[in-house]
């Protein structure tokens, strides 16, 4: 396992998870309920983006800052509350002016957006990630942090015992066969777990590889977002998306507001497509 996320964080593709997790938590978490969260690939929970991995990189300057120096006129509700989400995070470092410089992983939005009684366990591989990510969540006792296989994990864990969950699945894609494994891992799950909602980032270098992923959710209910720079550096990556499926009520009307201004901030087409779970694409 050679991938650090720290090279990546805040990148464009981030955004984009990140923005619609930040919506989903807030969705699933207004019904009087307990939820599970399971963040099957976490890494380390939170990034410095002057460390030297991420000045290496510099990804963040075409994502989360972009994002954030972006006109905030008309910015619609959902990306207002990803920001605000950062900006907490980086506060928690004793931060409140300056550009941004600490950024929160997934396992830090989804503990921000939890309420005492939910329960969410995050698996990390790598075990200098796993240990960071020990760290980052040190004493406390609403995430559970293991150092473990996040497709095992999702088969020992579904269903939950809430019968109400949000699985976040966010492989490195190193593996030639991650889509394959990816698909195969939601399908078992899906059996398992039915009703849960699922939302399953992917890369789009390989446009045929994207596209029959794709369509391996055919039958399933779903909401496909897309976005793809205009001008990316060469040999980077330029587009990616986000399977989420099941998704709450109103998630989608949500994201037809988002996902084009974010697209418009970033310079990215961006596309979203609808799958009712009898039939194929709509938009
Ligand atoms: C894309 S990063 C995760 C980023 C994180 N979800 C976020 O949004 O902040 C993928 C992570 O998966 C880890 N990883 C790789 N294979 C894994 C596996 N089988 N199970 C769990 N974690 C794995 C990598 O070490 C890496 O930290």
Redesign the pocket.
Known sequence: ?N?R?AFHAGNFT?VL??MALCELLRLLTAKDKKLFVL?????AGGYDLESDQAARTKEADAGILRLMAAPRAGMPAAVARYLAAVAAYDRKFGRSAGPLRHYP??PRLVRAGLRPGDRFVA????AE?ALALKREFAGDRGVEVRQA???QALKALMPPVERRGLV?L???FEAADEFDRLARALKQALRRFATGCYAVWYPIKDEAAATAFKETLAGVKALILELRLRAAPEGKLAACGLAVINPPWTFEEAMVEALPWVGSALDAGAMLTSRSSASSPTA
């Open positions: 396992m991938y996320h981030e998870k990140h963040d099957t690939h976490a890494g992983g997934s698996c990390e591989l790598h990630d296989d996040g497709y976040l966010d492989p490195p």
